[in-house]
């Protein structure tokens, strides 16, 4: 027969360190920077093709 031993509860201070762990930086800053790529990649196709001219008609109001 095994013994189950109860978990060990976590207090507000293991909370507010929870963040600042390494184990939750890397993969949140990995998240984050690629959403700024994409976001900044679609922006720049955006302007470019106003600045072209392929999509005036949708800026322009009806």
């Known amino acids: 027969m095994q013994i189950i031993k ?3 509860r ?3 201070l293991d909370l507010a360190r ?3 762990a390494p184990a939750f930086l890397a993969p ?3 998240l984050s920077a690629a959403t700024a790529t994409v ?3 679609v922006g720049f196709l ?3 093709e106003v600045k072209v001219g392929g999509g005036t008609d ?3 109001e009806k």
């Open 46 to 48: 955006r302007c470019s």
């Open 6 to 8: 109860p978990k060990a």
């Open 28 to 30: 949140t800053g990995t």
């Open 58 to 60: 949708s800026l322009q």
């Open 18 to 20: 929870r963040p600042a």
């Open 39 to 41: 976001s900044v990649g």
């Open 10 to 12: 976590q207090t507000v």
